[in-house]
RNA sequence: GCCGACUUGGCGCAAUUGGUAGCGCACCGCACUUGUAAUGCGGGGGUUAGGGGUUCGAGUCCCCUAGUCGGCUCCA
């Protein structure tokens, strides 16, 4: 019988004594927990002889997650040391952060979150232990009388049911309850239903967290239930880090299109027109026709027919498509026609429902139907900057990402099934390199295939399988990593998303492209094969924007404003130094203008100092300026928008750059 | 849609416990003519999102509507 034990610690076996924990074995003071055999344990856990083990750095993905939550355990105790009448929800850890939710009387305020911060202060100087403490389903809910939501959850469990994304309450085995002790008395202040690990004590939170945010939650995620008060907060192993995060906020509410469609004159929402419906000025106006000219240009490029159709239609339509059963909530109300009778009673006009249109797909298969269709005809590929209204619910609105009224640059492709492999990968690559040229470069694709089993999902099977097995075929040629998301299929069929990362790492959903089966049925859809039989084309569905509004919000928070020059609203201005050589500096310009370049000359009272900041702030790309040195040079002075500047460059070489930075869709 | 907060001249903000709206930028005018992020002086502009109520008196309190923001749910 040894009194010693051994693991494997960083690739070496150690002999530690029995009943040895993390406290022991990891000195480091950054070490937050043990991972056990690839399962994360408190640093109280006692090894076993044989187990592998590493320490979890707080600065780790783990680490973080455990700091995190075990602040939330603290936002909750102080929230109950306040109100004890307030009943726990959930408190998982989040990116970057925290929840906890809370079923209290009146919602929490602004206000309280500053108390509940003293609040937490103070219990983390108090240095409580986390400790463990195994129970059982009977004996948890005699405990948690008082907690109305942790005994659903504790229901659940034995229920064997999901609890939901995110709860962090109960897991597989056995049911486990954190009691929060006072070192100094051994009491315990504190206990909460949770599966751990924790942090071995609240001190080790320190300073760098913060409550940032109220908000309503429904319980487990479901409509149908309760509203709990959720508080967010945001946690990291030191202040500084903290400090960082915040500043990484701000600097993303300052890339926010919507200030920045109001600083720079882009866009506005005119309340008089309606939520979600906006108006683009004319600098917004240029660099969207700028974007759609180049996607026009692209599409003709690669055998695209351009197609029109009108933004109502009667609602047979979309019965027709099936969108009328499926998602009238989502359309505007019709506009109702009523039926005209004559003195008899008979009908003399029928009435009808005009519906704004939500998609454009119906329209562009009615252009289909307009005539035979050979498989001569296919791919018969259909482009359409398609005016869509989607009546999005009034909470969801964001600025010009999520609007009632947008422009889908959709196309739809009529497709052979021989063809459809070809046409997916001509379809996916057009996109990636599109996309490309507007700056963005870094992707990956996500696959949405159909659920087993789930009835919602119409077509046939092999089709199905085909077509899936297509596209992933298709995406892996890419070279771009390919995330799958089982069952996220659309009901009709399989599709690849494109989600790119902006300029601070965020992820935008940007294109779809879709397979559809269902619409061909519906509106049976046929073409004739070269051995003379009746076929069903495929469809495919196309965004590559997605809504040119989206598209156009998701690039000024990309670049920030900062517009490379091709896209830019003023391309150049230029600046005399006095007004003296106004009339050099437009002799350039002018030489600009004719290529085609918007420019202007700044004549205005200004000082040149406060001219350049009012530029750099309009973030016009290159700034002109000339004075006496530059004239009696031959040259100009080039400055940037990030302050960089260029003298006594000779004008025709100032020209050729700045034409060859729009040409080549640089940024500058 | 749900919960909460918010809504003051074009924009950003002020207005002690309710006592009849101020500032900066922008705009207009005048003067100044200057080498790399704000020249000076003067002027115009709001009845405080819209409507209703309480009060001697409301931007400040209450109600309704609209809109915005943060979340939740949703996103064909």
């Known amino acids: 019988m040894s009194n010693s034990i051994k693991v494997i610690h960083e690739g070496q076996q150690l002999e530690i004594a029995a009943g040895s924990t993390g406290f022991e074995l990891f000195t480091s003071k950054t070490i937050v927990a043990s991972r056990v055999n690839g399962e994360l344990k408190d640093l109280a856990h006692k090894f076993a002889d044989g187990d592998v083990v590493e320490g979890v750095e707080i600065s780790s993905q783990d680490g973080l997650n455990i700091l995190r939550h075990s602040t939330a355990h603290v936002l909750a105790q102080a929230v109950q040391s306040i109100n004890p009448e307030a009943k726990l929800g959930i408190g998982p850890p989040v990116t970057d952060g925290f929840y906890y939710d809370f079923d209290v009387v009146e919602p929490f305020t602004p206000e309280d979150l500053r108390a509940l911060e003293k609040a937490m202060d103070r219990i983390i100087r108090g240095g409580q232990r986390f400790v463990r403490r195994v129970t059982t389903d009977a004996d948890a809910i005699v405990e948690l009388a008082n907690e109305p939501y942790k005994l659903e959850l504790i229901g659940l469990k034995s229920g064997n049911q999901d609890v939901g994304e995110g709860a962090a309450e109960v897991g597989a085995g056995e049911l486990t309850i954190y009691d929060n002790i006072d070192p100094a008395t051994g009491d315990t202040k504190w206990r909460d239903l949770c599966r751990g690990p924790h942090l071995p004590n609240t001190r080790m939170i320190g300073a760098g967290f913060a409550l940032t945010r109220v908000a309503a939650a429904y319980w487990r995620g479901n409509e149908k239930n309760k509203q709990l008060q959720r508080i967010y907060g945001t946690a990291w192993p030191t202040k500084d880090e903290l400090r960082a995060y915040q500043e990484r906020v701000e600097e993303a509410a300052k890339r926010d299109h919507r200030r920045l469609g109001a600083e720079l004159d882009l866009f506005s929402f005119p309340e008089e027109i309606g939520s979600g419906l906006a108006v683009f000025h004319p600098k917004g106006g240029i660099i969207r026709r700028v974007m759609e000219d180049y996607s026009r240009q692209r599409h003709e490029e690669d055998g695209y027919e351009f197609v029109y159709s009108p933004h109502i239609t009667k609602s047979n339509l979309f019965e027709t498509s099936g969108h009328l059963a499926w998602y009238a909530d989502g359309m505007f109300p019709p506009l109702q026609l009523d039926e005209e009778r004559d003195e008899n009673g008979v009908v003399r006009k029928q009435g009808a429902d005009y ?18 269709r050979s498989y001569r005809d296919l791919p018969l590929r259909m482009f359409e900057f398609g005016t869509v209204y989607r009546y999005e619910k009034s909470g969801v609105l964001h600025g010009l990402t999520r609007a009632r009224g947008f422009t889908q640059d959709d196309a739809h492709l009529f497709v052979t099934p021989e063809t459809m492999e070809a046409e997916l990968t001509n379809v996916l690559n057009f996109v990636l390199d599109l996309l490309r040229d507007y700056g963005l470069d870094d ?66 959903q940007m294109s779809t492209i879709q397979l559809d089966f269902n619409l061909p049925e519906r509106f049976d859809l046929e073409y004739t094969a070269a051995d003379g039989s009746r076929q069903r084309p495929v469809m495919i569905h196309r965004a590559l924007f997605g809504s040119i509004e989206r598209f156009f919000g998701v690039l000024t928070e990309h670049y920030a404003g900062h517009f490379p020059p091709w896209l830019a609203p003023l391309q150049v201005v230029g600046i005399p130094v006095a007004d003296a050589f106004s009339e050099y500096l437009h002799g350039i310009v002018s030489q600009l203008r004719e290529a085609g370049v918007r420019v202007t000359v700044d004549d205005s009272d200004d000082r040149m100092q406060k001219k350049i900041r009012n530029h750099t702030k309009d973030r016009v790309p290159f700034q002109l300026i000339a004075g006496g040195e530059d004239e009696a040079a031959g040259a100009v002075s080039f400055r940037y928008r990030d302050g960089r500047q260029e003298n006594g460059v000779p004008v025709a070489e100032a020209i050729e750059r700045i034409l060859t930075a729009i040409r080549n869709k640089e940024q500058v």
């Open 355 to 372: 519906y704004l249109k939500p998609m454009n797909c119906p329209f562009h298969i009615l252009i289909f139907k307009s005539q035979g």
């Open 443 to 508: 992707f990956y694709l996500e696959l949405s295939t159909k659920e087993e089993g789930n009835p919602k999902f119409v077509g046939d099977d092999a089709i199905w399988q085909s077509a899936t097995a297509t596209l992933e075929k298709v995406a892996t040629q890419s070279g771009l990593e390919l995330v799958p998301d089982p069952g996220g299929a659309a009901f009709y069929g399989p599709k690849i998303s494109v989600q790119a990362r902006d300029a601070i790492g965020r992820t935008w």
